[in-house]
Every structure is written in structure tokens, then in C-alpha cells.
């Protein structure tokens, strides 16, 4: 049996979206908690010497890094339900919203949560432009990627969620 080990942080969006795909995929895996802030493992650093950050799939002693990447190699390896459209159109969509959850949403919701008066204000205002924005993706679908579940945006958009709840984001 296939051995497969994920590295990555407990309350990591990121981490969420990366076992999500797993479990979608009925893909059994090893969940390594890594300390980030505070002491990282010799075996991130190992594996991951670029960013030097989580997450890292580690597939028979093969490491994937970076949680898109890891993602789109969980939907080509294993069977199971798609995590990507078939559709090439669909699929770069699908891409797009992600970069910009990952490039836009996120960084303003953890300066939401993290900063104070007049800067939060201003980033708790930018969190809310963005994810109405998001939102309106949806227009009455189940799930971002439409009929089919992707993985990436019902993980990161609880944690999204989660955050500006933290915040206050309205
Ligand atoms: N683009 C990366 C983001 C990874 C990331 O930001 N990891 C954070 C935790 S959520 C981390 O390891 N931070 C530690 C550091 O910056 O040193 C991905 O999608 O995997």
C-alpha cells in the first residue's frame, strides 16, 4: 500500500483543503502536525527547502509541495471523484477563483483578524469587497465549482468564513 504522509498546520485553511481532497479520494494518510511559528521539523525543511513552509505531501518518500499543486496531483493519482472540471474552459475558472482566494481573500482576512483600529477597518472593508465578490461566483450554485464538489473552495471558504467571523467582517 501506497504510503502517504501529509506535513502540515492544524488550523491551516490550506491544510483543510489538502485533507479534504484526500478524503474525497478515499486516500488513507498520516497527518504531520508541524509547529510553524515556532520550530519546523528538519524533515520540512527537507522537503520543502524552497518556501520552508507547509504543506507537504510526502508519497512514497516523494515530496509535493505548495497546496494547488499537491491538489492537482491528488486528482491525477488516484481514482475517485474529480476534484477538477473535465471541462478545460471550467477548469481554468476554477484556477482563477483559487488565485484569487489565495492572493486577494485570504491576506485581507488575516490582516482583518490580526491588525487594529484604523488599518483593521480598512482591511475588515477589503475583506468584505472581496468576498462578495465571491460570493457572486456562486449565483445559486451548490458548490464554487457548480454541480461538482472542488475540493479547494468548500475548505477554503469555511475557513474563510471562520475568519471574518472572527473579525467582524459583515
Ligand atoms: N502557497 C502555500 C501557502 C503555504 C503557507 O502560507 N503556509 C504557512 C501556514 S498556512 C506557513 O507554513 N507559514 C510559516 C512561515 O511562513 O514560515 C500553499 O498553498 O501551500
Redesign the pocket.
Known sequence: MAEVKLFG?WG?P?SRRIEVALKLKGVEYEFIEED??KKKSPLLLKYNPVH????VLLHNGKPIC???VILEYIDETWEGPSILPKDPYERAMVRFWVKFL?EKCLPAMWQACCSIGEEQEKAKEEATEFLKILEGTLSGKKFFGGDILDARFPAIAAAAAAAAAAASVK
Do not use: A, N, P, R
Not at 520552508?52 to 504543506?55: E, G, Q, T
Open positions: 498546520g491551516s490550506f510553524i511559528y520552508k513552509k507547509v504543506h505548495e497546496s494547488v489565495d
